[in-house]
C-alpha cells in the first residue's frame, strides 16, 4: 500500500486482557486455583537503557482479598532488553479461580533512565507509589493454566521534566496468549533507523528493527486489518506504507523484507 499515512504523535493503546486455557477439567467451577505465568516485554524507545526495580505482582480477584505474588527474580530489568518478540518471565503461581478485578505491578526504588551515556533517577508519582494499577474484568477457570504479557510502553512512560529530571509515569497494557495477533518482518537498509507502525483507527503500535538484521515484530494486536507504515530516521529515504495487513489472533503475519529506497 503506498498510500499517505498521517502517524499520530502520541501512540494510543487499550489495556486488554483475555485468558489462554492449556488445560482445564470445567470452565464452570471456580472453586479451585489457576496458574498464571506473566512475562515482560516492551514496545521500543529511543534511550540507551530503561532500568526497572519489579519486586512483586499483586492481584485481586472478585470478591477476594489480593494475591502478592513474589518476583521469579525480583530486581532491575533492563526494558529495552525485551523489544520484538522478546519476553522474560516475572511471575508464576496459582491463584483463586474467578474473575480478576485488578492487578498491581509493585516497584521498588531503583528506577532510572540511560539517556547519551547517562544515567538519571527516574521518579515515581505519588499515585504510583502502591504500586502501577491495571483494572481488568476477565476469568480464570479452575485448574486453568494462562500466560500473560504486561508491556510496557517505554516511550511513553518516561517523561522529562526538567534539566536533567525524569518521571515514571507507566503505560502498560496486558494481553494472553488468546489475544495475540502478531505482524512481523525486515526492514532494510539497517542505516535507515525506521520505525513500523501497525495502524487500526486510534489505535496504534509499534517496534524499532533491530540494529543487527533489521527484524521487527509488533505484538499483542487485536484481530483486524492494519495499516503498515514504516518512518525512516533519515531524510534521504522515502516512507514506505502497505494497506490491509491481516491480523488473525495465534498467527503471526509476516509481511516479509520491506526495503526503503531514496
Known amino acids: ?70 518476583a521469579v527474580r525480583p530486581g532491575i530489568y533492563d526494558l529495552l532488553k525485551f523489544r520484538n518478540g522478546l519476553d522474560t ?3 508464576r503461581a496459582d491463584i483463586p479461580a474467578g474473575t480478576i478485578s485488578q492487578m498491581r505491578l509493585i516497584l521498588g526504588n ?6 547519551s551515556g547517562v544515567s538519571y533517577p527516574l521518579t515515581t508519582p505519588s499515585a504510583q507509589e502502591s504500586g502501577i494499577k491495571l ?3 476477565q476469568t480464570f477457570a479452575a485448574n486453568g493454566s494462562y500466560d500473560i504479557w504486561i508491556d510496557f510502553d517505554a516511550a511513553r512512560s518516561i517523561l522529562q521534566t526538567g534539566a536533567g529530571t525524569y518521571k515514571l509515569k507507566p503505560v ?20 535507515a533507523l525506521s520505525t513500523v507502525y501497525a ?18 515484530s509488533i505484538n499483542g494486536l ?23 495487513v491481516q491480523v488473525v489472533y495465534g498467527v503471526q503475519t509476516n509481511v516479509g523484507t520491506i526495503t526503503l529506497h531514496p
Open 1 to 70: 500500500m503506498k498510500t499517505k499515512i498521517i502517524i499520530p504523535a502520541l501512540l494510543l493503546f487499550t489495556a486488554i486482557f483475555s485468558f489462554y486455557s492449556c488445560s482445564k477439567n470445567d470452565d464452570n467451577n471456580n472453586s479451585g486455583t489457576a496458574q498464571v505465568t506473566m512475562h515482560l516485554t516492551d514496545d521500543p524507545a529511543n534511550y540507551d537503557h530503561v532500568y526497572l526495580d519489579i519486586q512483586q505482582v499483586a492481584v485481586t480477584m472478585a470478591g477476594s482479598s489480593e494475591v502478592t505474588l513474589s
Open 222 to 244: 487485536n484481530a483486524a486489518n492494519y495499516q503498515l507504515a514504516v518512518v525512516p530516521g533519515i531524510t534521504t529515504l522515502q516512507p514506505y506504507a502497505q494497506s490491509n
Open 89 to 91: 518471565l516475572i511471575a
Open 172 to 191: 502498560i497494557r496486558a494481553y494472553s496468549a488468546v489475544t495475540l495477533g502478531t505482524i512481523k518482518g525486515y526492514v532494510l537498509p539497517l542505516s
Open 199 to 216: 495502524i487500526n483507527g486510534t489505535d496504534t503500535s509499534s517496534a524499532i528493527p533491530s540494529p543487527i538484521d533489521g527484524f521487527f
Open 135 to 137: 483494572n481488568l474484568n
Open 110 to 115: 531503583n528506577n532510572s533512565v540511560v539517556v
